[in-house]
C-alpha cells in the first residue's frame, strides 16, 4: 500500500473517523466509482493530498462541483516528453489543464543523444510539478545497430537506474528480433528489470516469434496497428496501449477490441504528441472523447485512461477515487467530451477552466552545456547530397498518412544530369540523414513517395531515435540550407525554399526540446506547418519526417548509414540489382 | 515477470521459436482466453512448466483434451486450511482433483494454538505439492483481546514473517474497530506488512468506520454478507471475495453485484469448508458452478478463481493461459459444471477424471511434539457447568442458518432446581468455552437459541480463532462426557447422549487438524453429523459450533472469559438487569 508514514496516518484516520476536520471536501460532484462502475452522489472529503473518505465531513474548504463529474485524473501510460519539444515544466503547463496528472515517459530521445546525462536531467526537470512522472529506462539506445546515435546504454549503464526508485522499469524493448532471437545484451537488460515493469514494442510481430518475445518479459505493446494484432497480444497477456498520438493514430482500428468485458488490460496512450495539437485539441480528455465517439462505454474508457495504466505500473492508490487513494482528480463537465472544469493534484487546485494554477514559476533547470551543444556533424556540402543514378529500380520508401510504417516500394527513378533527382510530379523526394554527434561523416541518402513536397526543403535534428540530422526536399540547394541552418541554431526544425529560410524553430536542448513555453513553440510549429504546407506537405511533416530514420518500425527507413530493410534487420542499396 | 533464469530462458525461447521440441503439447482443446474473452482453438505447447506458445509446436508427447475447455487451474484467494481439519497434503489430494492450483492461507487457527511453529509446521507441510499455498501471516492473534489463545503474535513475532518470500502478505485483520481507532500495536503490524498483501475482515463495517479502516491498508474483505456491504466496500476499494464454504454461504447475496463490468475485484473463496463438502461437491469447482447458476457470465466466473485472485496477490505468470505463464492447468468438461477432467501442475499431470496422480506418497511430515500435545485445561467438573439462576432476562446467541453473523437476543430464561436449565423446547441450549492452553481454569457459559438439539450434546476443541475447548449440550451430564473425551483424545470432535460417546473423530494436530486422509476424515465426519442429526442437530453443526467463540464477528458470541458483545467489543453479564 501507498503507506504515508505514522504520525501521517494518524493524523488521516482522526480526519477519517470525523473526529477532526478535513483539508477539503468537495460537494455536489458525481464520482465517478471505477470499480462498482457507477457515478455516486457523495461528497469526498481530502486530508493531506489523500482521499480520506466518502460521506458528510466537517473541513476547512469546500468546493462545489456544479454537478461535475469527479474521476480520478488521467495517466498517459507510454509518451515520450522530447517528442513534444517542451521541457516537463513547460508539458505540465499544458496537459494538466486537460486533466492528466501522471505520465509514464520514456527518456529514449534525450538518451541517444545523451545517455544517462539526459535522462537525469529529465528526472531532475519532473521535479516538483503538479504532474506525476514516472520514467522508465530505455533499453534499446541506439534502437538498432545500423544507426549512429549519441550515447550507447548497456546493461552497465542501465544497472544503476534499475535501483533508481523513480525508474517504474525497462522501456520499450524495441529491438525485438534480437529479444525473441535471445540476444544475451538485451536478456543481460531485461533481467536487470525483471522485478519492474518492463515494456513492450512489437508492431506487426506475431505467432511464434510473438511467443519468444512475450516469453522474455515485455508486458505491453502499443504498436498495434491492426485489429487482429490487437487481439493476439491481448490474448497472450499482452496489456494493449491503444495509441493515438500526433501521427499514430490507431484508435479507430483496435476500438471493436475494446470491450468492458476485455478492457482491463487496455489503456489510452499518446507515444509521440506535438504541442499544437496538445495546446488545441488536448491530451488524455481528447483521446477519451475519441474513444466514447468510437463506441467505448465512458465508463470503460476512463478506466483506461486511469485505473489500468496505474494497475499496470503498479502504481498503488492512484487511478481511483476511494479512501486512502492520492487526491489527483478531475472534475469532468461530462463523460462525452471530458472537458475538464478543475484539476486537483495531490489535493491541492492544479487548474481550473483551462487555467494552469501551479505556484511555481514552473522554468525548466538549466541543463548542463553538455545538452545544449550537441550539434557535432562532420562538414557537409552539396555535392554530398548527390545520388549517382545507376541502372534498375530504386527502393523507395512509401509513407502511410497517419502511420509510422511505411512500405518498401521499387520504383524506376528519374534521373537527370546522370544523377537520381527528386520529382514532385511523382511525389517523389530526396531523404538525406546526417550523423550529429561524433562527426562522423556518415550520411545516407534515400527516395520517399507520398511526402507532398513541391518544392524547397524542410529539415530537423529530431530524427528517431538516434536522432541525427534529417531532412527531406525537391531542390538540392535548399535542403542543404535547411540542414545548416539546424546545424547553426544547435539543433531544431526549419523550411526552405528558393534560397530562404521561410521559418524555423530552435531546439537547443539535446537538439530535441525548446526552453520556451508550449504556446511559443505551438506558434513556431504553426508557422513551420504553414510554410511547409505552402511546399505542399500535409499536416505536421516534421513528426512523418521525424519517424524516417526509425528502423525498429517496419518496413524501409534511412538511416545515417544507410537504407534498413527492417524487417530483415539489414542495410540494403538504393538500387535493386 | 517471473524470470526464469538465463539457462531455462534460452531454453525456453528455442522452443517458442520452433526449433526445439516442446515438452508437451496440448492439442484439441479450446483455450479460455481470460484476457480477450473467448474460447480460441489453439494448440498449446508447454516446457519446463510453463506454457511457450500457442500454434503449431512440435513435442515429445501430446495429450489430446477432446474438446475440452483448458483453463488455469483455481486459486482460492482466501482459505484455513485448518478448517478442513486436514494437513496440506491431504488437502492437496481432495482438492487437485477439482482443478485447484493454488491456495492464500491463513494458518491463523494454528497460529493461534501454537504460535510461529504452528506456521513454521505449515509452510514445512505444504512443500513439495502440485499446489501452490500462498501463506499470510495473522496479525490477529487471538483475534480479539477478549479470549486466551495459545500464542500471542506480536509485531516482534511477525517480523521475520515479513521478510519471508514464502509469506505473500499480512492475513485478515479482524479487529477492525482497534485498527479503524488507529491502535498502535495493529499498525506496527500493517506497517510491516505495507509493501505486501494486506487482507481486511470487518463485517458489516460501513461510512466513517469503514473509510478509516480502509486507509489503514486492508485492500481485500470476505464478509460481505449483503449487497449493499458489498458495494459499499468494492467502491471503495476493496478486493470483494466472494465467500462460499461450508457454514458461511455469501454467494446468493452478493451475485447481484458481479457483472463483467464489477468484477476485475471480485474473487471465489472458501475460507472456511469441512472435508466432506470438499470430496462431494467439490471446492472452487463448485464455486464457480453455483456463481453460474446464479446469472454470473461463465469466463467472468472463471476470472474470479484464477485471474483476479492472481492479480491481487501479484501473483507474476499465474492465472491465465499465456506464453510465459506457469502451466498450471485444469481441462474441464464444460463451464456450466466445471467438471475437471484433467489437472496439470507446472506441466505434469497432477490429476485424471478425479484421481490424484502426485508422485509422493502424499504423507504429512512428523508434526514436532509441541504440536501434538496442546490440550492443557485446568480440571473441569459438572458443577462448573452450572448457572446459578437470576432475575431478569438473558442474553442468548441467537444463530443464523447458513451464516456466522449471530443475533443478540433477550429471552426470559428457563430454570430449573435454582439453575438457568437447557430448553429443547424453546430450542434453547447451553453453550460452554472451557480454556484449553495455560491451565487457567477459564470458563465462559451461555445460552444458544437455534442450535436444534433435542437431547445430548456435542464438543469441539476447533472453536475459532482460539480454539478453547467448546462444547453446546442440553443435558450436562453428556456435555461434560463430550468435553472430557475431547481432551482424552488430545483434541477432536465428540458426540455425546445418555451417558455415552455416540461418535467421535480424534484431531491430534493442534487439536485442529487429523493426520489421516480426506476420506477417512470424511467417513467420521459423517458419523459424527449423522449422530449430531440424531439429537436433532441440522446439518455440520460442528462448523456452526466453532464459530460460536468468533468474537470479531456480530454480534454477540462467548469466549473462555464470558460472553462478548462483539460491536461494543466488552464483555457482558449473561443476565442483563
Same mark, same amino acid.
Given at each position: 500500500m501507498d503507506w504515508p508514514g505514522r504520525e501521517r496516518m494518524n493524523r488521516l484516520l482522526a480526519v477519517a473517523r470525523g473526529e477532526e476536520p478535513a483539508d477539503l471536501v468537495l460537494v455536489n460532484g458525481r464520482v465517478a466509482d471505477l470499480f462498482g462502475r457507477r457515478l455516486m452522489e457523495t461528497e469526498v472529503a481530502v486530508s493531506q493530498g489523500r482521499i480520506v473518505g466518502f460521506g458528510d465531513y466537517r473541513a476547512r474548504k469546500r468546493i462545489n462541483l456544479q454537478g461535475g463529474i469527479l474521476a480520478p485524473s488521467f495517466i498517459d501510460g507510454h509518451i515520450h516528453i522530447e517528442s513534444t519539444l517542451l521541457t516537463p515544466p513547460e508539458l505540465a503547463r499544458v496537459i494538466v489543464p486537460w486533466g492528466t496528472g501522471g505520465l509514464a515517459a520514456d527518456p529514449h530521445e534525450i538518451a541517444n543523444v545523451a545517455g544517462v546525462e539526459g535522462i537525469s536531467y529529465m528526472l531532475e526537470a519532473a521535479k516538483g510539478l503538479p504532474l506525476d512522472i514516472l520514467f522508465l529506462a530505455p533499453p534499446c539506445v541506439p534502437a538498432c545497430p545500423l544507426e549512429t546515435s549519441g550515447a550507447v546504454l548497456e546493461a552497465a549503464q542501465l544497472e544503476p537506474l534499475a535501483r533508481n526508485p523513480r525508474i517504474a522499469g525497462l522501456a520499450e524493448v524495441m529491438n525485438f528480433p534480437g529479444t525473441a532471437a535471445g540476444d544475451p545484451g538485451l536478456l543481460d537488460k531485461i533481467e536487470l528489470f525483471r522485478d519492474k515493469v518492463i515494456d513492450g514494442h512489437a508492431p506487426l510481430l506475431s505467432g511464434k516469434q510473438l511467443n519468444a518475445y512475450i516469453l522474455t518479459g515485455p508486458g505491453s505493446d502499443h504498436e498495434c496497428s491492426t485489429l487482429e494484432e490487437g487481439r493476439e497480444k491481448l490474448s497472450?497477456?499482452?496489456?494493449?496501449?491503444?495509441?493515438?498520438?500526433?501521427?499514430?493514430? @490507431?484508435?479507430?482500428?483496435?476500438?471493436?477490441?475494446?470491450?468492458?468485458?476485455?478492457?482491463?488490460?487496455?489503456?489510452?496512450?499518446?507515444?509521440?504528441?506535438?504541442?499544437?495539437? $496538445?495546446?488545441?485539441?488536448? !491530451?488524455?480528455?481528447?483521446?477519451?472523447?475519441?474513444?466514447?465517439?468510437?463506441?467505448?462505454?465512458?465508463?470503460?474508457?476512463?478506466?483506461?485512461?486511469?485505473? @489500468?495504466?496505474?494497475?499496470?505500473?503498479?502504481?498503488?492508490?492512484?487511478?481511483?477515487?476511494?479512501?486512502?487513494?492520492?487526491? @489527483?482528480?478531475?472534475? =469532468?463537465?461530462?463523460?462525452?467530451?471530458?472537458?475538464? =472544469?478543475?484539476?486537483?493534484?495531490?489535493?491541492?487546485?492544479?487548474?481550473?477552466?483551462?487555467?494552469?494554477?501551479?505556484?511555481?514559476?514552473?522554468?525548466?533547470?538549466?541543463?548542463?552545456?553538455? =545538452?545544449?551543444?550537441?550539434?557535432?556533424?562532420?562538414?557537409?556540402?552539396?555535392?554530398? $547530397?548527390?545520388?549517382?543514378?545507376?541502372?534498375?529500380?530504386?527502393?523507395?520508401?512509401?509513407?502511410?498518412?497517419?502511420?509510422? /510504417?511505411?512500405?518498401?516500394?521499387?520504383?524506376?527513378?528519374?534521373?537527370?544530369?546522370?544523377?537520381? *533527382?527528386?520529382?514532385?510530379?511523382?511525389?517523389?523526394?530526396? /531523404?538525406?540523414?546526417?550523423?550529429?554527434?561524433?562527426?562522423?561523416?556518415?550520411?545516407?541518402?534515400?527516395? %520517399?513517395?507520398?511526402?507532398?513536397?513541391?518544392?524547397?526543403? %524542410?529539415?530537423?535534428?529530431?530524427?528517431?531515435? *538516434?536522432?541525427?540530422? %534529417?531532412?527531406?526536399?525537391?531542390?538540392?540547394?535548399?535542403?542543404?540550407?535547411?540542414?545548416?541552418?539546424?546545424?547553426?541554431?544547435?539543433?531544431?526544425?526549419?523550411?526552405?525554399?528558393?534560397?530562404?529560410?521561410?521559418?524555423?524553430?530552435?531546439?537547443?536542448?539535446?537538439?530535441?526540446?525548446?526552453?520556451?513555453?508550449?504556446?511559443?513553440?505551438?506558434?513556431?510549429?504553426?508557422?513551420? !506547418?504553414?510554410?511547409?504546407?505552402?511546399?505542399?506537405?500535409?499536416?505536421?511533416?516534421?513528426?512523418?519526417?521525424?519517424?524516417?530514420?526509425?528502423?525498429?518500425?517496419?518496413?524501409?527507413?534511412?538511416?545515417?548509414?544507410? /537504407?534498413?530493410?527492417?524487417?530483415?534487420?539489414?542495410?540494403?542499396?538504393?538500387?535493386?540489382?
Open positions: 497472450k497477456g499482452q496489456w494493449i496501449m491503444v495509441r493515438q498520438g500526433s501521427t499514430c493514430r @490507431n484508435m479507430e482500428a483496435l476500438a471493436p477490441l475494446i470491450t468492458t468485458a476485455t478492457s482491463r488490460r487496455m489503456m489510452l496512450v499518446t507515444d509521440d504528441s506535438h504541442p499544437d495539437d $496538445l495546446l488545441e485539441r488536448g !491530451h488524455l480528455n481528447y483521446n477519451l472523447a475519441r474513444a466514447v465517439g468510437l463506441g467505448v462505454a465512458p465508463l470503460t474508457a476512463l478506466q483506461m485512461a486511469t485505473l @489500468n495504466p496505474a494497475e499496470y505500473f503498479r502504481l498503488e492508490g492512484r487511478g481511483a477515487v476511494a479512501p486512502g487513494y492520492r487526491a @489527483n482528480l478531475v472534475v =469532468l463537465e461530462d463523460l462525452e467530451n471530458f472537458r475538464p =472544469l478543475m484539476v486537483f493534484h495531490a489535493g491541492e487546485l492544479a487548474a481550473r477552466e483551462g487555467e494552469y494554477l501551479s505556484g511555481g514559476d514552473g522554468a525548466p533547470p538549466a541543463p548542463p552545456e553538455g =545538452l545544449t551543444r550537441t550539434m557535432n556533424a562532420a562538414p557537409f556540402g552539396l555535392e554530398d $547530397l548527390a545520388i549517382p543514378a545507376r541502372s534498375g529500380k530504386c527502393r523507395v520508401i512509401g509513407l502511410n498518412p497517419g502511420e509510422v /510504417l511505411t512500405d518498401q516500394l521499387l520504383m524506376k527513378p528519374t534521373v537527370k544530369e546522370g544523377r537520381v *533527382a527528386a520529382d514532385p510530379g511523382r511525389d517523389l523526394a530526396k /531523404l538525406v540523414v546526417i550523423e550529429r554527434h561524433k562527426a562522423s561523416g556518415n550520411l545516407g541518402l534515400g527516395l %520517399i513517395r507520398g511526402f507532398g513536397l513541391k518544392c524547397g526543403a %524542410i529539415a530537423s535534428s529530431v530524427a528517431h531515435d *538516434a536522432h541525427n540530422l %534529417i531532412g527531406a526536399g525537391v531542390f538540392d540547394p535548399d535542403l542543404l540550407l535547411a540542414l545548416k541552418r539546424i546545424e547553426e541554431m544547435g539543433g531544431g526544425l526549419a523550411v526552405a525554399v528558393d534560397g530562404d529560410i521561410k521559418a524555423e524553430l530552435e531546439l537547443p536542448l539535446a537538439g530535441l526540446m525548446s526552453l520556451a513555453g508550449g504556446r511559443e513553440v505551438a506558434a513556431g510549429l504553426k508557422r513551420l !506547418h504553414r510554410a511547409a504546407r505552402d511546399l505542399g506537405c500535409p499536416s505536421d511533416p516534421f513528426m512523418a519526417l521525424s519517424f524516417l530514420a526509425l528502423a525498429v518500425i517496419p518496413s524501409l527507413k534511412l538511416t545515417d548509414r544507410g /537504407l534498413v530493410d527492417v524487417t530483415r534487420m539489414e542495410l540494403v542499396k538504393l538500387f535493386k540489382v
